[in-house]
Antibody
Framework: QVQLVESGGGVVQPGRSLRLSCAAS????????MHWVRQAPGKGLEWVALISYDGDNKYYTDSVRGRFSISRDNSKNTVSLQMNSLRPEDAAIYYC??????????????WGQGTRVTVSS | EIVLTQSPGTLSLSPGERATLSCRASQSVSISYLAWYQQKPGQAPRLLIY???RRPTGIPDRFSGSGSGTDFTLTISRLEPEDFGVYYC????????FGPGTKVDIK
């Protein structure tokens, strides 16, 4: 079955960096686009970033562009989110999500359980 | 950016009742690019409806979606105890945006 397991969350000071990872299994990772979605405490869902199946195309929401970087390793079935210059407003649960339908113009069929990022001095 | 608005913010209903949730987009969204998710406390979201009206395998048929253009609706025909939670609409035709959610709680 499809499994997505996030890791790397924790407490970090404003301005510092953190790297999140998502380990995928149970599907053909190398043909699937991967997303990161976040949810601030008590708030709704916010799409953060997308990487195409081959890593050639990357997209970001405006508030993280230039600070966050998404990448993937298809040999290890992992997707990562490098988060630099963290701000208090970046504090959230970060989910990785995917679709098995090929194109990224598809709903997010599968989600991980999330990893919590706290940004505080 | 396409902004999604959901109403009502909270819906208080009893098991067995019908729930009607609304999602309105600031611009027209293709029916193919609209989805609904359910999220329960402490859990990741779960895809309920996509293509405005299609259900993934395993989603009960009491959940249905409809709409077109800028107005979409999620209907739960008869609420079960496990249906209480927060429901989000999402468009993925132009970047990716979620609505603010509708909380369905027990009356």
């Amino acid at each position: 079955q499809v499994q997505l397991v996030e890791s790397g969350g924790g407490v970090v000071q404003p301005g510092r960096s953190l790297r999140l990872s998502c380990a995928a299994s149970g599907f053909t990772f190398s043909t699937s686009p991967m997303h990161w979605v976040r949810q601030a405490p008590g708030k709704g869902l916010e799409w953060v970033a997308l990487i195409s199946y081959d890593g050639d195309n990357k997209y970001y929401t405006d508030s993280v562009r230039g600070r966050f970087s998404i990448s993937r390793d298809n040999s290890k079935n992992t997707v990562s989110l490098q988060m630099n210059s963290l701000r208090p407003e970046d504090a959230a649960i970060y989910y990785c999500a995917t679709t098995l339908r090929g194109s990224y113009r598809n709903p997010f069929e599968f989600w991980g359980q999330g990893t919590r990022v706290t940004v505080s001095s | 950016e396409i902004v999604l608005t959901q109403s009502p913010g909270t819906l208080s209903l009893s098991p067995g009742e019908r729930a009607t949730l609304s999602c309105r987009a600031s611009q027209s969204v293709s029916i193919s690019y609209l989805a609904w998710y359910q999220q329960k406390p402490g859990q990741a979201p779960r895809l309920l409806i996509y293509g405005a009206s299609r259900r993934p395998t395993g989603i009960p048929d009491r959940f249905s979606g409809s709409g077109s253009g800028t107005d979409f609706t999620l209907t739960i025909s008869r609420l079960e105890p496990e249906d209480f939670g927060v429901y989000y609409c999402q468009q993925f035709g132009s970047s990716f945006t979620f609505g603010p959610g509708t909380k369905v709680d027990i009356k």
